[in-house]
């Protein structure tokens, strides 16, 4: 299928551990997001990619997570030294939004299946 | 601080019958609201969409009202079908801004 790819769909890993998530969007899609769905709520932004560049960060929650896109294809979203607290659904999407600034507020956005992280 | 709320947890209906899932925002600057439906397992699936300069639009089964004095929309599906059994997700946004989900719906619809 042509859709959104993400791995590990499963993720179980030790407090305080590295883990890095992938994402790989759909061909020809220029725009990349991450969310995080916590259990019982609704996805969360994490980062908006236009390109190789991150547009809007905003959505981090610290200095543990960071993402990069270095081809403006596949994504890494890495998260250091992790915490339980840290336990989601990590949710990958992707659109044909071009703009550079922020996120284009008429965009539709192709989800992936995500990756379930638990940190014991 | 939740910006978008959708207050029913979960939402039973006949097959054949409407379904209506509601939802609530607080920011007036939101002017695009979107509609995600998913199911276990999956990630969220666009299902329809409304900008604010519009009051309802319509995609098949599928019809979204807006009501921007009560920072209201909500979502109607006639008839129900089985197949529409899943959790809904209301979303928005600001012009440049990221998107807010609510918790999402639970509907079941009972053959």
């Known amino acids: 299928g042509a859709g959104v790819s993400q791995t590990p769909s499963n993720k179980v890993t030790e407090k305080g551990k590295y883990v890095e998530l992938r994402c790989d969007p759909i061909s020809g899609h220029t725009a990349l997001y991450w969310y995080r769905q916590s259990l019982g709520q609704g996805p969360e932004f994490l980062i908006y990619f236009q390109g190789t560049g991150a547009a809007d960060d905003s959505g981090l929650p610290n200095d543990r997570f960071f993402a990069v896109r270095p081809e403006g294809s596949v994504s890494t979203l890495k998260i250091q030294r992790t915490e339980r607290g840290d336990s989601a659904v990590y949710l990958c999407?992707?659109?044909?939004?071009?703009?550079?600034?922020?996120?284009?507020?008429?965009?539709?956005?192709?989800f992936g299946p995500g990756t379930r992280l638990t940190v014991l | 601080d939740q910006q978008v709320k959708q207050n029913s947890p979960s939402l039973s209906v006949q097959e054949g019958r409407i379904s209506i899932l509601n939802c609530d925002y607080t920011n007036s600057m939101f002017d695009y609201f979107l509609w995600y439906k998913k199911y276990p397992a999956e990630g969220p699936t666009f299902l329809i969409s409304i900008s604010s300069i519009k009051d309802k639009n319509e995609d098949g089964r599928f019809t979204v009202f807006l009501n921007k004095s009560a920072k209201h929309l909500s979502l109607h599906i006639v008839p129900s079908q089985p197949g529409d059994s899943a959790v809904y997700f209301c979303?928005?946004?600001?012009?440049?801004?990221?998107?807010?989900f609510g918790t999402g719906t639970s509907l079941t619809v009972i053959p």
């Open positions: 979303a928005a946004s600001a012009p440049w801004g990221q998107f807010y």
């Open positions: 999407a992707s659109s044909t939004a071009t703009s550079g600034r922020g996120v284009p507020s008429t965009d539709t956005q192709y």
